[in-house]
């Protein structure tokens, strides 16, 4: 018997950096890898991105370290389909999330750039739906503060 | 030129049918089956595709004749047989995207047949569209669906 919950969450940041490099980091392949991927306790096996309306990202990775609670060789995968692209102000994209070839989310994200003084304000909102054996709403909302914060120290090490 | 804007919805719509979840399953995954009874009213020109397994696409477009035509252009991104669909899709008008939404049907048996229960999360753009309308829409369309069911019968 199948189960599936939803859920949705908001994260706003702010970046001291211009709405062209914020959008950067997500638009050039080294750049998104760099902090999306990347990163102590990852093992990325493989990341692709073609950054297009209707065009796909693709990673497949394994989580290492003494914290991680799955069999080392468990191997996630991560499909995302942009569906919307303005330069420096919106992205909109689906993305699904496997372990070991089973599918256990689909979410639906955007993320809003706007300019703030020098800077600028990120807002990134996911609606997502979990299925067996998914993560819940928690947990991927503290996934993606992470990784907001490792997006502001590849900005401040990329200025 | 419109405004850059957002906004976030999410409505659920629970619908009890009397006939079995395998039936009710049916006339979303037989292409046949699902263009007769999903789209827009009877006096539109329209045309509907599309490829039922992970991964696969689906159009429909419609409009009245000579005016502006509606595109849905989905994809699916899980399918359990008889118990869940789940796809995304965006909605346009004319050239313009109106919409960017992800869709999950389940499907459990109940005591008269099968309830149905449509998740629909969305993101509606530069203030063309909103929720409100759009769960109107997915309550007509599963209108369309029970009528649809009744007449298979």
Redesign the interface.
């Known amino acids: ?2 189960t ?1 919950t ?1 859920g ?1 969450f ?1 994260i706003e940041r702010r970046y001291d950096a211009s709405p062209r490099r914020v959008f950067a980091a997500w638009a050039d392949p080294a750049a998104k890898r760099a902090w999306f991927a990347e990163g102590e306790g990852w093992d990325i096996r493989s990341f692709e991105l073609d950054f297009r309306e209707g065009g796909t990202e693709k990673s497949r990775f394994r989580v290492t370290g003494p914290s991680n609670p799955f069999p080392p060789e468990t191997t996630f995968g991560n499909e995302t ?1 942009f ?2 692209i ?1 330069d420096n ?2 992205i ?1 994209f ?1 993305y ?1 999330m496997d372990r070991d070839g089973a ?1 256990f989310s ?3 994200a ?1 993320v ?1 750039l706007r300019p703030d003084g020098s800077g600028t304000r990120l807002i990134f ?1 996911e ?1 997502a ?1 979990f ?1 067996e054996g998914g993560d819940g709403i928690a947990m991927r909302e503290s996934g993606w503060r992470e990784l907001l914060d490792k997006l502001d120290e590849h900005l401040a090490a990329a200025a | 030129m419109t405004k850059r804007s957002t906004t976030h919805a999410t409505f659920v719509i629970e619908r009890d049918y009397a006939h079995a979840p395998a039936k009710v399953f049916a006339a979303y995954a037989d292409p046949k089956k699902k263009a007769r009874w999903f789209g827009g009213p009877d006096e539109w020109e329209s045309a509907h595709s599309m490829d039922f397994r992970v991964g696969g696409k689906e159009t429909s477009t419609g409009g009245p004749p000579g005016g502006v035509v509606h595109k849905m252009s989905g994809e699916y991104w899980d399918i359990v047989e008889n118990e869940r669909i789940v796809m995304s899709y965006e909605m346009h008008l004319g050239e313009t995207r109106i919409s960017v939404s992800l869709g999950t049907t389940e499907i459990r048996p109940s005591a008269n047949g099968a309830t149905l229960v449509y998740t629909e999360q969305g993101i509606y753009l530069d203030g063309y569209d909103d929720a409100a309308a759009r769960e109107h829409g997915a309550g007509e369309l599963l209108n369309q669906l029970e009528a649809f069911l009744n007449a298979e019968a």
């Open positions: 018997m199948t599936t939803h949705s908001v389909v569906n919307e303005v102000e919106r909109i689906t699904s599918r689909v979410s639906l955007s809003e909102t609606h739906t299925f």
